[in-house]
Structure formats: C-alpha cells, structure tokens
C-alpha cells in the first residue's frame, strides 16, 4: 500500500519569510513518481514538479525548490521570499511504477497562508 | 494551460434527485479519473478509466457511477442524492503515451446535497 503524510495542516507566514512544506511517503514500489500540486481558492489543481524514484536531484524553479531524499522517504518543498499569491493548499502525492495505472495516492495537503 | 472542463461549477439539489456531473476534456487523454474531495482536504479517487469503455472504481468506495463513451467525455452519476454526497468532485486526465505525466485537473463541482 502506498501512503503520503503531509504532516503539517496549516502554515501561516509573513510576506518574505521562506517556507519548507513537509511530505513523506511510504511505498514498497522500487519505482515510482512524486508529485507536488497547488490548490488555490479557485479549486483546481495546478501541476508544480513531478519527481521519479531515479532522480534525487533537488530542482529550484525560481522561487520554488524541491528536496528529494529517498534515504529519509520525503519530497519537501521550499518556497523562498513567499507572497500573499502564494496562499493555497498545497498536496504532494505519489504514484507507483508498477500496475497503478496513472492513479495518484495524495498526501492531506497543506494549507499555507501568507500575511501581507 | 490545461484544457479540461466541469459543469456545472457548483449545484444545490434535495436528496433523492438524480444528477450528472460533466467532464469534458479536448486533450485527446486516455486517461481519466473522478476525485472526491473532503471539506478537510483530503482527496480520495472514487473512479477512473483507461479508455472508451472502460471504467474501474477508485480506492474510496462511491455511490456514484461513470461511463466513458467517448474519449473526451467522462460524467458522473448520482441516481439519488443523499447529503452524504456534498462534497466537492474534481475531474481529472492524463496522457497515457508520456510516462508518468502528470494529472490536469478541471476547476470542480462544489456539490450541497440538501
């Protein structure tokens, strides 16, 4: 069985603090995808990163980076000098590489909220 | 800027109407899929599919059901609402020839079952 643990439900930060969103994941699967998405007020979800099981390279997409440690099993993501446009829900979710079929297993998400 | 689409955006029905909710996607995705969202979050896939007629249910057991004729067009059915059933219900699709690609999601139905 697969399982992602967002263990922190809210965050609450003042404009141009950083802050590191928290995911761990469980999974016998030796290959697989970890992803991260954002919900914002609007409700759909916006693809952000997806990461595979090969690759612990940690990316930095402008004010975005994401650490990938598979010896710890987490995918943490780190938003750096954070905006008020920043305030969403964010969701880290994993896929396995066997027969999953595309399906994604979600992590309870993160609602983070920035102070102007 | 993903192309997949929801109707309607929010509805409030009484319990025991029958309601479609639509899923339209112009990507040409063989992949779809039907989530049901929590109001503390969390998300449970309740169907999916891997093409024309073929629909499996997800990990999270629904009263609801699906069909999928035609690749772009994936609804979900309820045949009796109960209050139970409010929730909101996000579609979403994926390119089975890219390997692992990410889910586009449609902006979801906020349903209040009264």
């Known amino acids: 069985a697969q399982k992602v643990t967002q263990a922190q439900t809210e965050i609450s930060v003042v404009e141009k603090e950083d802050v590191t969103l928290d995911c761990v994941y469980e999974t016998r699967d030796t290959t697989y995808y970890l992803f991260w998405y954002k919900q914002p007020p609007s409700g759909e979800l916006v693809f952000l990163i997806r990461r595979n099981s090969f690759d612990e390279q940690n990316e930095i997409s402008g004010r975005y980076s994401w650490n990938f440690q598979k010896s710890t099993s987490s995918f943490n993501f780190t938003i750096t000098a954070s905006q008020v446009v920043d305030s969403a829900v964010y969701f880290c979710a994993l896929r396995g590489g066997g027969t999953s079929y595309g399906k994604l297993t979600f992590g309870q998400g993160t609602i983070l909220t920035v102070h102007p | 800027e993903a192309d997949i689409y929801q109707t309607p955006r929010y509805l409030v029905i009484g319990t025991g109407k029958k309601i479609t909710l639509e899923c339209s996607q112009t990507?040409?995705?063989?992949?779809m899929y039907w989530y049901q969202q929590d109001p503390g979050m969390e998300l449970h896939l309740i169907h999916y599919s891997y093409g024309v007629n073929s629909t499996e249910k997800g990990d999270l057991s629904s009263e609801s059901t699906v069909s999928r004729i035609r690749t772009e067009h994936f609804p979900l059915t309820l045949e009796s609402a109960r209050p139970s059933h409010t929730s909101q219900y996000l579609c979403a699709s994926s390119d089975s020839t890219i390997l692992a690609s990410e889910q586009f999601f449609g902006p979801g139905t906020r349903l209040t079952v009264l």
């Open positions: 990507m040409g995705h063989d992949k």
